[in-house]
């Protein structure tokens, strides 16, 4: 009776149903709503440029006849037929699907307020540009929108949070730029949100953590930065989140924990920091997790054991230390282990053998030792094995023998030794094989390549003997090959076959002989030749020049006679040729000279005749040119002057004669220049002066003479790089100067000059001893001081040194300034008594000589009264009315901020030498706080007490706030102008930490160019850090004294830390009692 019932009011629906949709009105309205959405279609179509991908649209304007639009108002108006278009039951657009059309324009034309009932939109991989019009949200009741590998760009329009209906929302691979906007938050229905591989930036809105229904969330490759909000532990339905290659920053917050269903977890590359939150152990479905490429720190949590589920764990590239957990074993699931590039030490554990799905292990770039388990072996599965760059040690497993799916073998780097085992060959589906930098020996197994299938095989670096394995004639897809710097013997005239996909090959310095097999020339992909160092004979092979692709070629060191091929000169491609120490002779070929990518040619140690060809000249990217050692002949070609990027030019030992090219003054980027052992003549060009780069000279063993030029190079130029010549003059040791070579009538014109000067001389002399004796009463005092101070230090002849220094930077000429201060300017200069000294030449102030005299004499005394190693030492000093000066040790390496600048240089210097660095001043005698040597205020703006800006008086607590900004400089490897800025401004109040940010960690101070200091090392850097906050108070009187610096330096107690270094602040740390 129920079902009965329930059949008649279905009937009755249907009929009222059916009449109203019969009915003229309903009729009206559909047609109208179909109309209006077809020449919507058509009017974007027409703004879409015209090309092949229209023709595929089937969509034409109604027919305009009377006959038609009277007969059939519907006739060619529908939509519904058009390819990409589907309609409703009431014939209205609800679906339009172009993907992959071709289409090419933009969204300005489609009439989004056209499509009242649309539901479904996909126009991805298509060529559409320019932004996406806001009035995209009229499309309200929108379900699927992807507009995805297109060209859109722009900021992604807020409006788009209006589709309140979306459930997928797929922008990837476009180029959006500026922030994910928080309207998106509003979508409370969507289930899947696409927005990677665009330029977004700015931080995750907070609002996204709303959209509960949210299943994957995919914002990778973007520019997004801050941190993870702790709200994603909300959206409880997430299965895939990747948020990876952004610059976001923080800790992973620990709600993701709460994520009970997620199954991928992507956060790698980026810069997030703290440990592995223990919370992850929660996420009982994760498969695939990815921590990787961060800065990550701790060691590998053993509650990832737990997660049971896991088919792929990476975290490599971090700063994860400690032993690889033997529970890591229990993830039997693991198809993918990646633990690369960290500092984690000890033994790889056995358990790693129970994972028997793995397919990839990569463990390279730690400081693992111990052996490598033969369990490993048992790993049937394994693809991809990466152990190389650790202390691994003994012998390779030969239990690797059954690996027989490994296509990748890295074990280079490590100290494996004994032989390679002969049960590799059993590796037939092997690409890469990589067992360099060991301390391997015996014989190579003869079968290596026994599968075919290998491609990079590099062994160099051992101890191996024994033959090439005749196996590798036949290896044919090999691409890259290192045989390089073991004791391989035997002849290989016949061991190498022709490679098509050669790319590398290097069997230098081995003990190989023969000759150079022709096949080499049917390589056609080969770049790189490298065969020095062995004892092959013969002539080069002329079918090398069909390797047209090669861009190094090496044959030094080996027995090679004969010609150079000038097949050579096909080589385009070729950037470094180098022959050297070898026997071939004849003219060096004309062909040469069309090697215009040559930068690196070395031909010396050979028996090459005749002159230097002038097409050398032509090779004007040589950076590096060696011709010496030969038996070359005639003048130096004047078009080597053409060589204007060459750095080393060597032209020694040959039998060269003539004048020196004046030419060569061109070469201005010359460092090194040898043209000793030759017949030049002449005098050496004064072009050569324009060479200021020229660093190192030798014309020894030449006929040359007269005056050398005034640069550096030849100023220091050593003795032995100048004998042997019969005529040269100047102002260098061993030389006599040019002035002493007049003729007998210019001599007798000094003379008689000179008696004149003599009278002259005495004359006023006698004139200046009367004066002198009405003024000796006013200068007694002045001129003790000056005695004092003339013969107090210096252990040299104070006038011989004034002339040399005055000589050596040419009455200190600007050429020679290395810096300027407030009170004065340093020179370089090169004496030959000291060497390189550095000369700091005080400025002269007119109005105020007595005080630029105390300030003078005060600097020196001060420097008399501090002795460190680590203090510049003073050679001496000059009190001449017009050159006052200071004479210092020069330090080649410049100052402590220039090394802090320079990444490589900074990187050397550890936690521990940084600490030594501060704590090696507590050896130091400091000026006494009595000591009448304190002057006005001098030094680096930047490192003076802030009180000097109102004072202008110097005390001890003064130097105490520059040593606190040289502390901080030190381990934060910059000038920590913000931190002492923020410390200044809290002058008002009682403690400088009461400035401070509250969220400034101890890690925010720490230089992150180099690894964090270990928990020893973090004590002591601590200790420092408190230190200099102390120094740097705002209060002079509440500012240590350098004796109590001192002796705090000297101790060796380090301050307790109760909890890590990114969990303490500044503010906690200055308020510890000190």
């Known amino acids: 009776m129920r079902s009965l019932t329930s059949g008649k009011v279905f009937f009755m629906v249907y009929c009222l149903t059916l009449l109203y949709v019969s009915s003229p009105h309903w009729v009206a309205s559909a047609t109208s709503t179909t109309d209006t959405e077809a020449k919507a279609l058509l009017k974007w179509k027409a703004s879409l440029f015209q090309n092949k991908a229209l023709n595929i649209l089937n969509w034409y304007p109604p027919a305009h006849n009377a006959n038609n639009s009277s007969t059939n108002p519907k006739a060619n108006t529908i939509p519904c037929t058009w390819t990409g278009v589907s309609c409703n039951t009431a014939g209205s657009v609800n679906k339009i699907n172009l993907s992959t059309c071709g289409i090419q324009g933009t969204l300005h034309e489609f009439s989004f307020l056209s499509f009242p009932n649309l539901e479904y939109l ?12 806001p009035q995209i949200s009229y499309l309200s009741k929108l379900d699927y929108l992807d507009l995805s590998l297109n060209q859109l760009s722009g900021r992604i329009p807020p409006e788009i949070g209006l589709l309140r209906n979306l459930t997928l929302l797929d922008l990837h691979e476009n180029t959006f730029f500026g922030d994910i906007p928080k309207e998106i938050g509003n979508m409370k229905s969507i289930e899947e949100l696409y927005l990677y591989k665009n330029k977004v930036n700015g931080s995750i809105p907070r609002s996204l953590c709303n959209l509960t229904r949210l299943a994957y969330l995919y914002l990778y490759k973007n520019q997004l930065s801050g941190s993870i909000p702790n709200e994603i532990g909300n959206l409880k339905s997430l299965v895939d989140l990747q948020l990876s290659s952004n610059t ?44 990787g490429d961060n800065q990550l720190r701790g060691s590998i949590p053993r509650f990832l054991a737990n997660i049971s589920t896991l088919t792929n764990l990476s975290v490599f590239g971090n700063q994860l230390s400690g032993i690889i957990p033997n529970e890591i074993g229990n993830l039997k699931s693991l198809v993918y282990l990646q633990l690369s590039s960290n500092t984690l030490s000890g033994p790889i554990p056995l358990s790693i053998g129970n994972l028997n799905k793995l397919n990839t292990l990569y463990f390279h770039n730690n400081t693992l ?5 033969k369990e490993i072996g048992s790993i049937k599965s394994l693809v991809n094995l990466g152990l190389s760059g650790n202390q691994l040690h003994d012998s390779i497993p030969t239990s690797f023998g059954n690996l027989s799916n490994l296509e990748i073998l890295h074990l280079r780097d490590n100290r494996l030794s004994g032989s390679i085992p002969q049960e590799l060959e059993n590796l037939k589906n092997l690409i890469q094989l990589h067992l360099d930098t060991n301390q391997l020996s015996g014989y190579l197994p003869p079968n290596i390549c026994q599968g075919g299938k290998l491609t990079n095989f590099s062994v160099c670096r051992n101890y191996l003997t024994g033959p090439i394995p005749k196996s590798l004639k036949n290896c044919t897809g090999l691409i890259r ?15 190498f076959g022709v490679y098509p996909n050669l790319d590398f090959m290097n069997i230098s310095n081995n003990n190989l002989y023969g000759e150079i097999s022709h096949n080499w020339g049917q390589c056609p992909k080969l770049t790189t030749l490298l065969m020095a160092g062995n004892n092959l004979t013969g002539s080069i092979p002329p079918e090398i020049g069909n390797a047209t692709q090669i861009h190094v070629l090496d044959l030094s060191s080996n027995h090679l006679v004969g010609l150079i091929p000038k097949e050579f000169g096909k080589l385009s491609s070729l950037v470094r040729l180098i022959l050297n120490g070898n026997q071939l002779s004849g003219r ?10 040559l930068e690196y040619l070395d031909l010396s140690t050979n028996k090459f005749n005749e002159s230097i060809l002038s097409v050398i000249g032509d090779l004007v990217k040589l950076h590096y040119l060696n011709l010496s050692n030969n038996k070359l002949a005639q003048t130096i070609p ?6 204007v990027q060459l750095n080393d030019l060597d032209l020694s030992h040959n039998s060269l004669e003539g004048r020196i090219p004046s030419e060569m003054g061109s070469m201005q980027s010359l460092v090194k220049l040898d043209l000793s052992h030759n017949n030049l003549s002449g005098s050496i060009p004064s072009s050569f002066e324009e060479m200021r780069g020229l660093l190192y000279i030798d014309i020894s063993y030449n006929h040359l003479e007269g005056p050398l030029p005034n640069i550096s190079a030849f100023r220091e130029a050593l003795p032995e790089g100048l004998k042997g010549n019969k005529g040269l003059c100047g102002i260098v040791r061993g030389l006599p100067p040019c002035n002493a070579h007049g003729s007998k009538k210019d001599q007798k014109f000094l003379f008689s000059l000179l008696a004149v000067i003599v009278f002259l001389f005495a004359s006023f002399t006698i004139v200046f001893v009367i004066v002198q004796r009405k003024k000796k009463h006013q200068d007694k005092a002045q001129k003790n001081m ?17 002339e040399e220094i005055i000589r050596a930077t040419e009455d200190f000429d600007p050429t020679y300034c290395i810096g300027k201060g407030r009170h004065g300017s340093v020179y370089i200069a090169s004496l030959p008594s000291t060497n390189v000294v550095a000369v700091k030449k005080l400025h002269l102030l007119q109005n105020d000589q007595k005080n630029l005299q105390k300030e003078f004499l005060n600097e020196v005394r001060a420097l008399t009264e501090i002795r460190h190693r680590n203090i510049v030492k ?3 000093f000059c009190a001449h009315k017009r050159h006052p000066f200071l004479v210092y040790e020069y330090l080649e390496r410049g100052s402590l901020a220039a090394i802090l600048s320079k990444e490589e240089e900074a990187k050397e210097l550890g936690w521990s030498k940084r600490v030594n660095i501060v704590k090696d001043f507590g050896t130091a005698k400091f000026l006494n706080p009595d000591s009448t040597n304190w002057t006005a205020a001098a030094g680096t703006f930047g490192y003076i007490a802030p009180e000097l800006a109102y004072t202008m008086k110097v005390n001890e607590k003064c130097d105490v706030y520059s040593f606190g900004v040289v502390t901080l400089e030190i381990i934060m490897g910059s000038h920590p102008g913000d931190v002492f800025s923020s410390l200044s401004s809290g002058a008002s109040s009682s403690s400088s930490a009461a400035s401070l940010a509250p969220e400034m960690s101890i890690s925010d101070v720490l230089d992150r160019r180099i690894s964090q200091p270990t928990k020893q090392e973090a004590g002591e850097v601590v200790s420092l850090v408190k230190i200099a906050f102390a120094s740097l108070n705002p209060n002079p009187q509440s500012r240590p004294t350098m004796k109590k610096i001192s002796q705090l330096l000297s101790s060796t107690q380090r301050l307790h830390l109760s909890k890590p270094l990114h969990m303490t602040t500044c503010g906690e740390l200055l308020a510890v009692d000190g």
């Not at 920053?249 to 997620?262: R, V």
């Not at 045989?483 to 061991?495: A, K, M, R, V, Y």
């Not at 060096?588 to 990518?597: A, K, M, R, T, V």
């Open 122 to 133: 996909d126009l991805r991989m298509n060529k559409l540009f320019d932004v996406i019009p």
């Open 248 to 291: 976001l920053s923080g800790h992973i917050p620990p709600n993701i924990g709460n994520l009970q269903k997620l199954n991928t977890l992507y956060l790698h590359t980026n810069k997030l920091s703290g440990y592995i939150p223990k919370e992850i152990g929660n996420l009982k479905s994760l498969m695939d997790l990815n921590l």
């Open 369 to 373: 030792s111990g052996l490598i388990p």
């Open 481 to 495: 090959v290192r045989l390089d710097q073991n004791q391989f013997t035997g002849n290989i005239s016949e061991d």
């Open 588 to 597: 060096i070929p004309s062909e040469i000279g069309s090697l215009n990518d």
């Open 638 to 643: 004047l078009k080597l002057g053409k060589l």
């Open 786 to 802: 000056n005695e004092e101070i003339s013969f107090s230090i210096l252990n040299f002849d104070g006038k011989s040194m004034y």
């Open 874 to 876: 003073l050679y001496g």
